[in-house]
């Protein structure tokens, strides 16, 4: 799990304490701010706007073939 790991050695292992440091809350644009720090990647296949961890983009490309 190295993007446990890597989550845990710069952000205390919380993601929500993240969040709130940062002043994220409901309506926040957290999945922008995520990807354009690096910690999170977007799909962008074909115009497809997904965007989540490593792992769960490996997962979201594995189930709808967006690579
Ligand atoms: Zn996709």
Avoid: I
Wanted: charge should be positive; glycine fraction near 18%; aromatic fraction near 8%.
């Amino acid at each position: 799990m190295a993007e446990a790991a890597l989550l845990a050695a710069e952000y205390g292992g919380s993601v929500p304490q993240l969040l709130h440091k940062h002043g994220y809350g409901p309506g926040r644009p957290v999945t922008n701010e995520a990807v354009q720090s690096g910690a999170w990647s977007r799909c962008g296949y074909g115009g497809c706007n997904y965007a989540g961890t490593p792992e769960s983009l490996r997962n979201h490309q594995g189930k709808t073939g967006h690579r």
